[in-house]
């Protein structure tokens, strides 16, 4: 039997962690520490979560009650609003106290938050406090620069149980991100003040309830997720108390943005600016805070941190937001123009971005047709009375030209991503774009004239919608008729027709959307796996080649670029590819393997075993390189050690994929009893 190669596809690819641990060492000096008062500080952020579906934010058919009590104890702000309905960006906002264009996060997926950006995080780690972060999405992950100034940083999500697409699955239940946080503060002595973050996801689609809540919120699974999360919080705030006194004890609890729910045709989030996905939950208690209070007066994300270090007995310098303080003692304070903006229907659906500004009287959206609501009149945003107020629209116009910091036209570079990366992305209703430029002129399709491509989308995509895959097929086809030059179409429905088989189907549609003039990686690299599945790796190359050009960072289609090389017998380019890749990640555990089968094939059996040994130590689950270990062990006479590699191969190796193998290797295993 000989040595098995490393078969081309995403599904082999190890792990990457690009950036991870690199970004923390390069930030400038800090200025000399303020005192603060050594108070414990919670910050927890739930996804998704519009306000209006709260108990204490006048909701009824919800049970809330831990939120609620934060409330009852502290002050609840009646009129909070996101800068952005995209998740990182609106937590760079609550963390940095700046509007996207300072801390230039512009999107999910695709920009990093500068270590030279000062977070609430890395503030307080300056003064002496022991930090800890508990995320529950892969979009918040270390490589997303939200991990600068926390001692821990907790994003493992789980292991998938049964798909070998990803090494970890893209979301974290609440249940699993609270007992990790309870352990941790299980662990503190008190001798160190700590700041706790901790984000929950599940409001986020799609919805996954169990028992008592997929009874109790059978028809309404979003507020069953609110109810769930709030029921995790109960527990989080318990240890909490156990850890410190109420005295020494500053919380605050945010969304960082609503939720559509089919309002202005949008069902989720990330296409508008408006207010049924900026606005907020925003509550704070603790020392120093007035209980029972609710405040009117407009609240952002960007004054979260400056209100907390305002708490705390300091200031933060250099921020775009204001504390909210002087509010709880009947003063003013000018949170009266809030910033928004979506990047998200320029990057990934090929339309115009939206900017907007809302003060607590007007919502002023920067469109192709501009759009302006008087929200005291029309809070459900529903007639567009811009033409009836010109002047309002130019002062609108001129707080959005002070509030974008760019000298001229802005342009924006996203940087290079994986397309495992991309790939939980997708899972997450995301896509992310590829490492290239945008010009943000406000150029392309008004998103408001799309609203019929968008409910295409929403059918193909949404769990709920109850549609077959051959209809979901159907409507993505029809949206690719009404939108062609609309990237994201392609991404969702070229996998579809994959999975169904449709490979002829899905390759036409790639080599559609790049005569459609749309420049991405991902598109290539499409076509040349499904050249490697009909065993045209010659054909293939070419196409990896030039989808690696463009997007660098994806190192899954660099290891299948070089396993291509491999088996059209250019071993010296192959070796090329797989170091550059390990140069990239150290930890991928596909190169590894891959390096080994080259060492065999130079008859270089040390090298060859030092290599596969290192790709099971880096990923367990890699099947070849159990199989070619157990071969190695076994041509090296140590039965034992083939055997148990043998045995690990029979234990992870799918079955389908590896239908041919799996009963030659059951019989080396039988010959070696
Ligand atoms: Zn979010």
């Known amino acids: 039997m000989r040595i098995w190669l490393p078969v081309a596809g995403k599904a082999l690819a190890g792990c990457v962690c690009l950036l991870a641990g690199t970004v923390s060492c390069r930030r400038p000096a800090a200025p000399a520490p303020q005192a603060l008062k050594p108070l414990n500080v919670v910050v927890i952020t739930i996804d998704t979560l519009r306000p209006d579906h709260l108990g204490c934010y006048g909701y009824t058919r919800i049970e809330t009650p831990t939120l609620d009590g934060i409330a009852q104890s502290g002050v609840l702000f009646e009129n909070a609003v996101s800068q952005t309905p995209l998740t990182p960006p609106s937590h760079a906002s609550i963390f940095t106290g700046l509007n996207p264009p300072s801390h230039k996060v512009r999107d999910t997926g695709g920009f990093i938050l500068s270590a030279s950006t000062p977070t609430l995080a890395r503030h307080l780690q300056d003064r002496g406090w022991d ?6 999405s892969m979009v918040l992950k270390k490589r997303s620069g939200f991990d600068q100034g926390f001692a821990v940083y907790d994003d493992i999500m789980p292991r998938p149980g049964n798909s070998d697409q990803f090494l970890e699955d893209a979301v974290r239940r609440a249940g699993d991100t609270v007992d990790r946080a309870v352990h941790w503060l299980d662990g503190r002595d008190g001798s160190k003040p700590f700041f706790l973050w901790v984000h929950l996801y599940d409001p986020h689609v799609p919805y996954n309830l169990s028992p008592p809540f997929s009874e109790r919120y059978k028809d309404r699974p979003y507020d069953g997720e609110i109810a769930y999360s709030d029921a995790e919080l109960a527990r989080l705030m318990q240890s909490v108390h156990r850890k410190s006194p109420p005295e020494k004890l500053l919380v605050a ?3 960082d943005h609503g939720e559509s729910l089919g309002e ?4 989720t989030h990330g296409v508008f600016l408006y207010d049924s996905t900026l606005r907020i939950a925003f ?17 952002r994300t960007i004054d979260a941190m400056p209100t907390i270090l305002a708490l705390l007995g300091g200031s933060a310098g250099g921020v775009e937001g204001t504390s909210l303080v002087p509010l709880f003692s009947g003063k003013d304070v000018d949170t009266e123009v809030s ?8 990057i990934n659906l090929g339309w115009a971005e939206l900017r907007g500004i809302r003060t607590p009287h007007w919502k002023y959206i920067r469109a192709p047709k501009p759009e302006l609501y008087d929200l005291l009149k029309d809070p459900m945003e529903t007639e567009n009375v811009a033409a009836a107020h010109p002047d309002e629209v130019l002062k609108m116009e001129a707080w959005l030209a002070a509030a974008n910091r760019a000298n001229g036209p802005e342009t924006v570079r996203t940087n290079t991503m994986d397309e495992r990366t991309q790939a939980q992305l997708k899972s997450l209703g995301y896509l992310s774009g590829t490492g290239r430029s945008y010009g943000l002129g406000g150029q392309g399709a008004d998103p408001k004239d799309r609203l019929p491509v968008l409910k295409l989308i929403e059918a193909a995509e949404l769990r709920g919608s109850g549609l077959s895959p051959r209809r979901r097929i159907e409507a993505l086809q029809e949206a690719v008729r009404l939108d062609p030059s609309n990237p994201v179409l392609y991404h969702l429905l070229g ?21 459609q003039g749309i420049v991405d990686g991902r598109l290539h690299s499409r076509i040349a796996d499904l050249l490697v599945r009909d065993g045209h790796q010659g054909e293939a190359i070419p196409e990896y080649e030039i989808s690696t050009r463009l997007n660098p960072g994806d190192t899954a289609s660099q290891v299948n670029l070089a396993t291509a090389y491999m088996q059209s017998g250019r071993a010296a380019d192959a070796d090329r590819v797989f170091q550059a890749v390990i140069a990239i990640d150290p930890s991928n555990a596909a190169a590894q393997n891959g390096l080994g089968v080259l060492a065999i094939q130079r008859q270089d059996g040390t090298a060859a075993r030092a290599y ?9 689950n890699l099947a070849e390189a159990h199989l070619n270990l157990g071969l190695l062990y076994k041509m090296a006479g140590d039965r034992e050690r083939a055997r148990a590699s043998f045995e690990r191969f029979l234990a992870k190796a799918p079955p389908r994929q590896y239908k041919d193998v799996i009963p030659k290797v059951r019989a080396e295993l039988d010959a070696l009893h």
């Open 131 to 136: 930090t800890a972060a508990f995320v529950s």
């Open 253 to 255: 609890v945010l969304s």
């Open 264 to 267: 202005h045709g949008e069902y």
């Open 283 to 299: 509550l704070v208690s603790g020392a120093g805070v007035p209980a029972g209070m609710r405040i009117k007066a407009q609240a």
């Open 339 to 346: 910033y928004a903006e979506t990047l998200y229907p320029k």
């Open 495 to 515: 996998p579809m027709l994959e999975t169904g088989g449709r490979y002829a189907e899905a390759t036409a549609l790639y080599r559609a959307a790049l005569a």
């Open 612 to 620: 596969f040994e290192k790709a099971v130590e880096l990923d367990p």
